[in-house]
Every structure is written in C-alpha cells, then in structure tokens.
C-alpha cells in the first residue's frame, strides 16, 4: 500500500468530534487536533494567545469550533500546555518532547494551512498596531481614514468612503492584508 493511503487511512479512523463546519481533510478527532494545537504554538515564531487558536483552525474548515475549543481547555487542564495572564500559550517540556512522534499522525498538508492560518492572523495583528483606522459615520455612508505608521512617523494617511457597514468591514479588512503593498503601489504611481 502507498504511503499516501496508509496516511489516508490512520487519518481518517476513530472520529469522536463534530463535523459541523469541518472541510474536506479537517480534522475529526480530538487526539489529532490537541496534535495540532500544540504544532500551532511550538512552530510560531511568536506567541500565539488562547483567543486565537479557534479562529486558526476555522479560516480552512480544520476542525469543529467546539471539539477545538474543548481540546485546548483540556490541554490546559491536563498541564500539556500553559496559558499564562495575558492569555500566551506554550508547551510543556512534557508536551513538547512527545510532539515529534505524533506530529506525523496529521498530514503534512493540514499542519501547512494551520501554521499558515497562525501567521496569516500573527501578522494582521501586528499590522493593527502599526496602523490607526478611524471610521466617521455619515448620513449615507462612512469615511475609513487609514493612518500607516513607521514608529512615530506616519508614512501615509489615506481616507476612503464605503458607502455600508458590509463595505466599511471589507474595507478594513482587504487594507489590513497588505498596507504595505498598498502604500507601496500608491507611492509608485505618484513618483512615476
């Protein structure tokens, strides 16, 4: 039998979670998304706070909202992991050194998105830092000011009108992508 099928195979045995929510090739047992959840935090280069976990394994569909939820709440409880006052996890030395045997038992694929996933929104939130956003609400519509900081210098201040709320939250969120290739895009075509 071929690698793959034998990987298919132990993967997809022993499902005890929900599967509401959860895509094709997401994970549909508790031992494999504790797995996963610890991969999360040892692979981050920075750390990952407790609130974020679930929303990491909700942007691909990796698995059920709650069995995640119930998961990382055992983890804490059975001292696999740590989470300290500002809600930062890390691993046990217990966890950590058991982790490389059953890091295996998820696909390669699955472990990819997820650590994708967490440095996706890592980075979002480190772009929220460094830029201000206003929203000034109008009769018909909103202004989005934008504020893109280096430090204490701003680099740029860009207003856009959105003209709902559905606007205003794509807005914000398709800037807070990329700011710097927007800034980047913009001051291109005013110096060409």
Same mark, same amino acid.
């Given at each position: 039998? =071929?690698?793959t099928?034998? #990987? /298919?195979?132990a993967?997809?045995? #022993? ?13 549909? #047992? /508790? *031992?494999?998304?504790? &797995? ?6 040892? $692979?981050?280069n ?6 974020? !976990? ?14 995640? =939820?119930?998961a ?5 409880? %059975? ?5 300290? =006052?500002?809600?930062?996890? *890390?691993l046990?030395?217990?966890? %950590? %050194? ?10 390669? =694929? ?5 650590l ?7 980075t !979002? ?14 009769? $018909? ?7 893109l900081?280096?430090?204490?210098? !701003?680099?740029?201040?860009? &207003? ?13 969120? #398709? ?8 800034y980047?895009? !913009?001051v %291109?075509?005013?110096?060409?």
């Amino acid at each position: 039998m =071929s690698e793959t099928n034998d #990987n /298919t195979n132990a993967y997809s045995e #022993n499902y005890d979670t929900f599967s509401e929510g959860v895509e094709l090739g997401g994970l549909r #047992n /508790t *031992a494999q998304i504790k &797995t996963l959840i610890c991969y999360i935090v040892k $692979k981050m280069n920075t750390p990952v706070k407790r609130e974020k !976990i679930g929303e990491i394994f909700q942007i691909h569909g990796l698995a059920n909202y709650f069995a995640v =939820s119930e998961a990382l709440e055992e983890l804490i409880s %059975s001292g696999n992991l740590k989470c300290d =006052s500002e809600g930062i996890l *890390a691993l046990t030395p217990d966890s %950590s %050194s058991a982790l490389f045997e059953l890091e295996k038992e998820i696909p390669k =694929s699955v472990r990819e998105k997820a650590l994708g996933d967490a440095v996706m929104l890592e980075t !979002i939130e480190r772009r929220k830092a460094e830029t201000k956003i206003e929203t000034e609400y109008l009769d $018909k519509g909103a202004n989005i000011t934008f504020t893109l900081m280096n430090g204490k210098e !701003i680099l740029m201040k860009l &207003t856009v009108y959105a003209a709902d709320e559905n606007q205003v939250e794509s807005i914000k969120d #398709n800037y807070l992508k990329d700011p710097a290739g927007l800034y980047a895009g !913009i001051v %291109s075509k005013l110096f060409v």
